[in-house]
């Protein structure tokens, strides 16, 4: 199809009201499963998987309880995620990543931990949001290392940006925070600006910039070895005013 033609066909397919997206966030890596992984997407997947096909969740009903929920998005092979959701047994994690090994590797992991207090997607955070998670639903949103995209032409494809910060605004509890980390310096002060200029959150930093790395936030092994490195690690939070 020729450029023309297909800018006509998104065009018009906009026209009619048709959801179209031209430029992704991430790049979808399938890996090939190991046999565990792919192991556990079939013996879990009913009890610990969510799927985008059944539209809004009822969280209540899906955890049987009232907790307080955490939501993770792309949360890699899920190592992290797995021992925030043991280590606070109170609280409802959900999970969601487009790598594939990776969802498999935290449904594998959760089981061997006993966790119980977890659920994933396999699917688009960005389609997540705006179809399967309740308004003023959640306590806490978590965005960890996210793809960077550290070339300037490729700024444009970082989730961070005002419509994608309105739509966690959505989601989150007044009083709710949104934690962010990143090991690129650009990208910190990219989203430090971008949430600054955001409407109905205020900053939890004392300077006003960023905070130091929380204890409920998992030192990974890459993180550590970046650090002794010399290499930086910014968090930022900001609660949900209004």
Known sequence: M???????????????GKYIRTVRSFVKREGRLTKGQAKALETLWDTMGLNHSDGMLDLSEQFDNDNPITLEIGFGMGKSLVEMAKNAPNINFIGIEVHRPGVGACLALAETEGVKNLKVFEHDAIEILADCIPAGSVNTVQLFFPDPWHKAKHHKRRIVKPEFIESIRGILKVGGVFHMATDWENYAECMLEDMQGAPGFTNLSENNDYVPRPDNRPLTKFENRGQKLGHGVWDLQFVKQD
């Open 2 to 16: 020729s450029d023309e033609r297909q800018h006509k066909s998104i065009e018009q397919a906009k026209a009619e």
